[in-house]
């Protein structure tokens, strides 16, 4: 089992940068593939980014603005957004699953952090 805890939201001016840490208990992070999700208020769960052993892969929204990575030594997983959006504004959620391999829907994760608020003002 894996807890998860989210960091780094805050409010921000369209144009600017944020970069979100997850990081997690355990010893055996490395042995999860990782993604982050969003929420906005009145919407559904949206896939945002995965990361597995090396290979990443990005929402449509965010390619080339958004950038995953994980550090298996500090047990961290890190969500990185540039030139930021006032439709980025959202909640955000790392999580975890054991399986390795590109996974976009919420159900295909097993262990979810309780979010941090990002806010992109216009």
């Known amino acids: 089992q894996v807890q998860l805890v989210e960091s780094g939201g805050g409010l921000v001016q369209a144009g600017g940068s944020l970069r979100l840490s997850c990081a997690a208990s355990?010893?055996?992070?490395?042995?999860?593939?990782m993604g982050w999700f969003r929420q906005a208020p009145g919407k559904e769960r949206e896939f945002v980014a995965y990361?597995?052993?090396?290979?990443?892969y990005y929402t449509d929204s965010v390619k080339g603005r958004a950038t995953i990575s994980r550090d298996n030594a500090k047990n961290t997983v890190y969500l990185r957004t540039n030139s930021l959006e006032p439709e980025d504004t959202a909640v955000y959620y790392c999580a975890a699953r054991r399986l390795f391999g590109i996974a976009t829907m919420p159900s295909e994760y097993t262990y979810w952090g309780q979010g941090t608020q990002v806010t992109v003002s216009s």
């Open positions: 355990g010893r055996t992070f490395g042995s999860y593939a």
């Open positions: 990361i597995g052993y090396t290979n990443t």
